[in-house]
């Protein structure tokens, strides 16, 4: 009996633990299934354009390291394309189907604030620039209406790349004015080598090049805050002009060019000089077979009677949901992108190409301790002057709230066009870019 009673007292005392023990976990599981059916994992979808695969690896990795850190946040990046921006994402949006973050540009948002689905971002913006300290020329093109549209995440500027061992092989130096630069391009146009590369197809890279031209002549106003075009000016025509003099000089199959042709040309030594972006840097020794110090980058050369300056804007990110749980976790995001190391990594997704636009991004040794941006810093420092003298089409005489029905049918480009394929004079085509920008800007 003494021994029933004494396992009895053990059997209850064990039952007594088990119990103990499921109530501890039921507590555990109770918490995690509370958190679950209050929300639980919040998935956030970002769509962004940037397609080259070491910048899909780069931004993967930030987002997965974010992801890992934040176990109740989920960012999940889609790939898209800058080509189905205009004419795909909108009515996808319109239809449900759009993400919650979506890269973007300038232009491009206040195309897409027409439709009504672009939150305010002012909460974020106010927060990370009292912590990192935007730079104004890239929260500047948007911030309008007495909102922000979109969080700035890195700069871009156009610059004049040139190989300083084709210019040292004719005693030239680099070019500062238009006519420096003619007479360069002449002079290094010979036995199949071309002075210069020029994109001229119907595209985004044709229309940013010719603008960097135009700022250069003094014609950076092409539109006004009311909409008003105003491309057509001496100073537009004074640009097509001496753009279609370079195509010259510029290979002949130039009209079907975009981004990646003329920087193929110059790195292979087929072209001297091309306009573009940082993103020259990191393929430069790989595929040129030259040393780093090869590489030249100057300010785009002015013209004369015009200014210094090029093309400059900054790529951003914009909040298109407006489920409050989603944007808070938005908050956790970008919180967690600006940390200066970690906003290196994301920047670096392509040295030179992706500057900052935080002053805590600026003076990151994360930042500067990149390979590509250590070995290539004085031309980064060229690139880093040149966006002081930044500007943006539709973003200089106040901001153009239909700045995006000129940048989307690419009337820039198609301007060029009408002088390369139609044989108008550049007075005509710029009449004609006038005609069609107000068409569409009505």
Known sequence: MKKSLTSLIAFMMLLSLILAGCGSSNEGASSEEGQSEEGGVTEITLWHMEEPPNRVKRFNEVIEAFNESNPDVQVKAQVQSWDDAYSKFPAAIQAGNGPDLLFAIPDYTTLLKQLDVVQPVDDIVEKLNEKHGFIDASLAPYQYEGETWAVPVFGMVQALWYRKDLFEAEGLEAPTTWDELLHAAEVLTKDGQHGIALPASKSMATDQVLYSFMVAAGAKDLIDADNNVTFNT?????????????????????????????????????????????????????????????????????????????????????????????????????DYLYEPENYAQFVNAEPGLFLPVTQSGFDSEDYWNDPIIAQYEEQVQVLLEASENGALFGFTDGVASNIGKVAGPNFIAQTLEQVIINGMSPEEAVEWGQQQMEEATK
């Open 234 to 334: 001496a100073e537009t025509v004074k640009a097509y002009d001496m753009y279609q003099q370079l195509l010259e000089y510029s290979p002949r199959d130039s009209n079907t060019y975009q981004w990646g042709e003329p920087q193929a040309q110059f790195n292979s030594g087929r072209a001297a000089m091309a306009v573009e972006k940082g993103q020259y840097l990191a393929p430069f020794e790989s595929e040129s077979g030259q040393p780093a110090s090869e590489l030249g980058v100057v300010p785009m050369p002015v013209a004369d009677g015009g200014e210094a300056g090029s093309i400059y804007y900054s790529n951003g990110i914009m909040v298109l949901t407006d489920d409050a749980k989603k944007q808070e976790a938005i908050t956790e995001f970008f």
